[in-house]
């Protein structure tokens, strides 16, 4: 049973029918959660934060101010989404068809972004769907992401590339013999082809 409290939700914050908002969940002033999207438990949505519908939030993500996460988007647990990043949706985005008709919802199939556990995303960084973040992995800000990025690797630039390796803290990890280190946990890893694997936990 949770311990959790009941969601929180503030008077200007707008969530749609249908909804599901588990316990501990926070919303922020003007945040927006459409139809059919799942916040897990205690997850917060920071001001102005759009959820689009059927978008899925796994526990303890943390999207802040004037994030736009476009569905079907998919969040696993403890992502962390900065201030102002993008999840687009659409490959071939047009506002009419080529006979100058307007675009309904059946004109279109929508892409969604994927992001496993414990991956963040920096502020202003605009993902490309279909793409998958990787756990644990970093998206430095202004990012602009138009390929998979594997786990704990650090992507940044636009279009973004790999820079570096992470650790499950966030820090960039430093050379170590012959494998690598998180200066802040002294968690070990050895590269594995173009793949991070964990060797030793921190003490």
């Known amino acids: 049973m949770s311990t959790q409290p009941a969601p929180r939700i503030a008077d200007t914050a707008q969530v749609d029918d249908g909804a599901r908002l588990e316990s501990g969940v926070i919303v922020w002033d003007l945040a927006h959660v459409r139809e059919n999207a799942v916040i897990g438990e205690g997850s917060s949505l920071g001001r102005g934060a759009y959820i689009g519908p059927g978008v899925v939030l796994g526990r303890n993500c943390k999207i802040q101010n004037y994030a736009l996460v476009y569905e079907p988007a998919i969040l696993e647990d403890g992502v962390f989404v900065g201030p102002a990043v ?25 892409v969604g972004v994927t992001v496993r556990t414990g991956a963040a995303i920096g502020a202003r960084s605009v993902c490309i769907a279909p793409v998958e973040i990787g756990e644990w992995a970093l998206v430095a800000a202004g990012a602009t992401v138009t390929r998979n990025v594997p786990a704990y690797a650090l992507v940044a630039g636009s279009p973004a590339r790999q820079i570096g390796w992470v650790g499950r803290a966030g820090a960039r990890l430093v050379a170590d013999g012959a494998r690598l280190r998180c200066p802040l946990t002294g968690e070990l890893y050895r590269e594995a082809g173009d793949k991070l694997l964990m060797v030793e936990t921190g003490t």
């Open 86 to 110: 993008v999840f687009t949706n659409d490959l071939y985005p047009r506002a009419i068809n080529p006979d100058g008709s307007r675009k309904s919802g059946d004109d279109w199939h929508s």
